[in-house]
């Protein structure tokens, strides 16, 4: 068990480890060769040049300017000096969003510390519950006098505890729903104020009904110009080409080594470049690079022709599902909000996501088999989650004392040295678990890419979700389980039944140190290591002088990357949710929490302003899964607290806790009735607005050729592509003094088809005005 100068000693190595970090940062990021590793989103942007382009030859490489090295700390107060409306303008309301996770964890813990050191800790610290207490083989510490562990069963004093529960519990309620109400009115404001994207007016139909007279496309255009005569403009059919997607990917990689040898060519023209036709150049047959990758292209353009033409052709491959785009953001809400058939299973509707986080190759996937994949799913992340626990368990006993010398007898005489015994107990275990689940988040978006959503947010939010139900079971509860009853094992063994209450009742809180480790290493050290960018400054570096072969190249060898959500925010939640459960408990640990809040929400503003490119946009969609799983942890911590005190005799106390988890469940009920549904849904009052107000600036602006194209898959815009399926043979336009026309059905009963479709295909369109 780790003692205050264990803490003090892993406190010490993580915050050595964080400066050591942000001062290689500060002098990496003023060097000219490094500055397409730390400012790549101003490159991207434009605004930016490469200063190796310029000057003498040895200042394009190192920064000979003494007063800009005293100036290393000048990117604290830049990265807060941006305003954030200016933010949301440059980065997106999405990372704007993001930021505010970290706002909310200092206005929610800064008051509670504030009110827990001034009351609980001097409640505690002057209690002699562990003396008293004399239960045998219970280890304890300094920490622990600080913690609910030192009040003897039965006192009076747990009335205290239990009205800062209620004094945390309505601080962090209003905070969450200040936070909720004005976060729903940024989203809302976005959206009235973006400008005009293919998604506001466009909706993804699945389960597309098989018609055997008419193909996939000719169904959608009849159905939609039937039931939605007034707004439907134009469709795009969705296609399996997830074959012709890797041909072309195959291409553009060949296409790059034809560039870098035609440059390498051209500056040295008395020779050409040879190369060997074996596995990875290495042996094989030697012939001219140029001509050889010439016609490794032309076959590649010629396999990519015909794959092109079977997916166009052949009906197996258009999937039941199409994009749907219409004349107004009006037509478009109502169509993606409502449901479209008397079955409920056939025409399903919902908003399309933007263009740019369309996942294609799920797009693929039949409808039917999704139930499927995600049971399978389930069933795998329940053996995954559970399974988990047993080489955590075992990595995190041989990250102790007693377990390496269980392990390995012979180290005994060099662990038992104090220092080497303070960075074992102090800092070994939350290093461990940190490498230990470093490669989780990519397991778990595997998971979610195969379950088969349609979108990169989608896939984000679902494995976010599972990230943070891990996090639950195996950081927070197995730790608590495994290291405080496992732990205590023997001394359960050997006293009465009625003593082991009251062993579960002290021992819990003293695992708190081991999440304080845990904090110093995955929020001090780990969020400091983030804004070095270490492994995008080496792998820049060496893509640079071996790979890189063409501006393009180098422009993706920056790897600006992104927020990764799915890997980022449950580790947050992890901390609200340590810091409520352990708030009325143990308070010591509050202030590290605080200043992981704080740090974090510095070193991500500046990454979100200089580095990272979203790819992007879900105009903050993700925030309701935010503020359910601060709440859901805030019940959590009722209810162990309820647990706990029950433990330490508090009858008279205690059941007053009752009412809390319900509370705040009814709470939760309330934001989510109030402020979800502008996540969810569009509302049509704003719709009609923009609506009105763009036809007002824009009246001759012809929308279908800005919709047309808009959702074809990214394989097929480099073609001059159309689909043969949607020949328009008519439309409805929004001309008043036009009748609508719509395409005629190929069924052969028509009993339910208006007679207004029976026009002839001899009807010829007038031109749309938008």
Known sequence: ???????????????????????????????????????????????????????ALVSKFVNLNLGSYLRFLNWMPAALKM?????????????AVYLRIYLIGLKIFVPIALLAWSILVPVNWTSDGLQLAKLRNVTSSDIDKLS?????????????????????????????????????SMRLAFLQSEQRRPDQFTVLVRNV?????ESISESVEHYFLVNHPDHYLTHQVVYNANDLADLVEKRKSTQNWLDYYQLKYARNNDQRPMIKTGFLGLWGKKVDAIDHYIAEIEKLNNQIMEERKKVKKDDKNVMPAAFVSFKTRWGAAVCAQTQQSRNPTEWLTEWAPEAREVFWSNLAIPYVSLTVRRLIMHIAFFFLTFFFMIPIAFVQSLASIEGIEKSAPFL???????????????????????????????????????EGFVSLSSLERRAAFRYYIFNLINVFLGSIITGSAFEQLDSFLKQSANQIPRTVGVAIPIKATFFITYIMVDGWAGVAGEILRLKPLIFFHVKNFFLVKTEKDREEAMNPGQINFHATEPRIQLYFLLGLVYAPVTPVLLPFIIIFF????????????????????????????VHGRITSALIISQILLMGLMSTKGAAQSTPFLIALPVLTFFFHRFCKGRYEPAFLRHPLQEAMIKD????????????KPYLQKAYIHPVFKDDDYEDSRSEISGYCFEDSDEE?????????????TPAVSHASRGSSPSPSKR
């Open 1 to 55: 068990m780790a003692t205050l100068g264990d803490i003090g000693v892993a406190a010490t190595i993580n915050i050595l480890t964080a400066i050591i970090f942000l001062l290689a940062f500060a002098i990496l990021r003023i060097q000219p060769f490094n500055d397409r590793v730390y400012f790549p989103k101003w490159y991207l942007k434009g605004i930016r040049s490469s200063p190796l382009h310029s000057g």
């Open 83 to 95: 305003p954030e409306p200016e933010l949301i303008h440059h980065a997106g309301l999405d990372s």
């Open 148 to 184: 609910i562990s030192n009040i003897e069963r039965g006192s009076e004093r747990f009335w205290t505890h239990l009205v800062m529960a209620y004094a945390f519990t309505f601080w962090t309620c209003f905070v969450l729903m200040k936070e909720y109400e004005k976060v729903a």
């Open 209 to 213: 009904p098989a018609d055997p007279d």
């Open 412 to 450: 005994k005489p060099i662990i038992e040295k104090d220092l080497i015994k303070s960075v074992i107990q102090g800092f070994l275990p939350g290093i461990v678990l940190k490498l230990f689940i470093i490669f989780l988040p990519s397991i778990l978006m595997v998971m979610s890419k195969f």
């Open 598 to 625: 704080a740090l974090a929400y510095l070193v991500f503003r500046h990454q979100i302003i200089n580095v990272y490119n979203q790819e992007y946009e879900s105009a903050a969609a993700f925030w309701p899964d």
């Open 692 to 703: 009105t107000l763009e036809r007002a600036r824009e009246p001759s602006f012809n929308l």
């Open 740 to 752: 609508c026309v719509t395409v005629p059905t190929k069924r052969q009963s028509r009993k339910t």
